[in-house]
């Protein structure tokens, strides 16, 4: 009659510790949920500072680029005659034959 009732003690230590692992795992399972949560919410996060900075860039570029624009209408580029070495603006200079020249007289 002995080894019965120490059987049974053994199936119920197996099925506490079974019911024990099983919890276990649930907790584990939960916690990477909420672990996943916060992650995914960490990414969406980072997602959006990334298409802020993005957008800030893309507004730093456009500025600079503004401005750039600004300075090379206001101070024209100077090119030399290639005959007398006087210095003209881009727009004024008379280009003949790939060379630039100041006026009509140096480029014949
Ligand atoms: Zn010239």
């Known amino acids: 009659m002995g080894w019965i009732w120490i059987a049974l003690v053994v199936v119920v230590i197996a099925i506490i510790i079974a019911k024990i692992k ?7 399972y939960r916690l990477q949920e909420e672990e996943d949560a916060t992650k995914s ?11 802020f900075h993005q957008e800030l860039r893309q507004a730093a570029d456009i500025f600079s680029r503004r401005v750039k624009g600004m300075r090379s209408s206001n101070v024209e580029q100077m090119v030399s005659c290639e005959k007398c070495g006087v210095y003209v603006p881009a727009s004024e200079a008379i280009v003949r034959r790939g060379k630039v020249y100041c006026c009509e007289e140096h480029s014949a």
């Not at 919890?23 to 584990?28: D, M, T």
């Not at 960490?42 to 298409?51: C, L, M």
């Open 41 to 51: 919410a960490e990414e969406q996060r980072t997602a959006q500072a990334t298409d």
């Open 22 to 28: 099983r919890s276990a795992r649930l907790v584990i």
